[in-house]
């Protein structure tokens, strides 16, 4: 990420994998880090944990975790009494009613990354920051809508429109660089950057006795992820798909 130096960033920060990879590269390239995480009352709570690991890790110097119950809403798996698919990546249609698209897997949560990115938004112009730095990926994900470079591009342009320092000519950027890596290159990244990739959480149904399930859609990319980079993952798993 490049003419960040010095400059308050905020980083949606999860605290999973990619996330963590995000505010590392904001912190290699000198940025004054100002962390966000939202807590939607996700199923995986456990990552709210992993947040303030990374955020504390990368030296952020200020870390919000910002309250909204998403479950009032529900239609995702991660927000409602709905099972987690574990029969592989996408493999699972969302039931009728839930208001998704066939095609995408139920642990889409409506909208979540238009609801983020608009809150991260907020706190960047509260802060007077033109920059935002968001872990999405084009390339092995689940197939999210709110992933594609097309949504991010238009976010920015949104919030020149949206905003009062839009109209004061300030240029909002929305950084995404891990838009078209695949999640080896992500993982190997972690390696680069001397990320201990442990304190970060992917799982989306986490165990009772808080390991990363192994079977859900987002453990088995990141297992596969390590798997070709080559590298060992830290990750501790129920079981290994």
């Not at 960040?4 to 505010?23: E, H, Q, R, T, Y």
């Not at 698209?101 to 920051?129: K, W």
């Not at 929305?174 to 190997?188: F, N, R, T």
């Not at 990320?195 to 992917?202: E, K, L, P, V």
Request: aromatic share 6%.
């Amino acid at each position: 990420m490049q003419g960040i130096k010095g400059k308050p960033v905020i980083v949606l920060l999860s605290g999973g994998l990619d996330s963590m990879v995000c505010a590392g590269l904001a912190e290699e390239a000198g940025a004054h880090i100002i962390a966000l995480t939202v807590d939607y009352n996700q199923r995986h709570r456990v990552e709210l944990e992993a947040a303030t690991r990374v955020a504390k890790a990368v030296g952020a110097a200020e870390h919000i975790v910002l309250p909204l119950d998403l479950t009032r809403f529900g239609g995702s798996a991660l927000t409602a009494d709905i099972d987690v698919p574990k029969d592989g990546v996408g493999a699972a249609a969302p039931p009728a009613g839930q208001g998704t698209a066939a095609d995408v897997p139920i642990t889409y949560v409506p909208a979540r990354n238009l609801i983020f990115l608009s809150l991260t938004l907020g706190l960047a112009e509260a802060r007077q920051a033109a920059d935002i730095v968001i872990g999405v990926n084009a390339l092995d994900y689940s197939g999210y809508p709110d992933c594609r470079p097309e949504f991010i591009a238009g976010f920015e342009n949104l919030a020149a429109l949206a905003t009062r320092d839009g109209d004061k000519g300030v240029a909002f950027r929305i950084h995404a660089p891990l838009q078209y890596m695949s999640k080896a290159d992500i993982a190997a990244e972690s390696a680069r950057l001397g990320m201990d990739a442990g304190m970060s959480w992917s799982c989306y149904d986490p165990t009772p006795e808080g390991l990363h399930c192994g079977l859900c859609d987002s453990c088995r990319l990141r297992s596969k992820g390590f798997a070709d980079a080559g590298l060992a993952d830290p990750t501790r798993y129920a079981v290994q798909a």
